[in-house]
């Protein structure tokens, strides 16, 4: 948790200055939709964390990329759920890709590597696989998300 310490500091400023923000944006692979995204997305907030998730945040006819750009806006952290299928689609530069674009423009990003490694996300992102993150090999899904639901309480 100490590693995150700066992603901390950028959610209580924001927290402060824009209170309507939700507090986690789920960044996924279309296939972690159903399994391990749902699985996140219900542990966080049965906690208590708003999340902008697909499944839940994408209406129909809703155009999506539009729908997507306000969730990255109008959220305080951006979580990347790092699975197999996440490093099989990035390098097709997808809609996973752009949101992971624009996340790691900003000092509010924390990876979530699961069913992987990290040496696997470096073969496909350096950028993301340099950032301070959380490991479900290390730690259940549970605890993770009990993690960032503490990372992110104002």
């Known amino acids: 948790?100490?590693?995150?310490?700066?992603?901390?500091e950028n959610v209580e400023s924001l927290a402060a200055s824009q209170p309507d923000l939700r507090d986690v944006f789920?960044?996924?692979a279309w296939d972690d939709r159903q399994g391990s995204a749902k699985e996140l997305h219900d542990l966080l907030e049965a906690r208590g964390v708003r999340v902008w998730f697909s499944e839940k945040d994408l209406g129909l006819g809703v155009p999506m990329m539009r729908a997507i750009d306000k969730g990255l806006v109008n959220s305080r952290?951006?979580?990347v759920l790092v699975t197999p299928a996440m490093l099989r689609r990035l390098p097709a530069e997808g809609i996973a890709d752009k949101e992971l674009s624009a996340l790691l423009r900003r000092e509010r990003l924390v990876p979530v590597v699961h069913g992987t490694t990290y040496d696997e996300l470096e073969q496909v992102s350096l950028l993301l696989a340099s950032r301070a993150g959380l490991n479900t090999a290390e730690e259940s899904m549970a605890e993770v998300a009990a993690k960032i639901a503490e990372l992110v309480a104002t």
């Open 77 to 79: 952290v951006g979580i």
């Open 1 to 8: 948790m100490q590693a995150l310490t700066p992603v901390r």
């Open 26 to 28: 789920l960044c996924h």
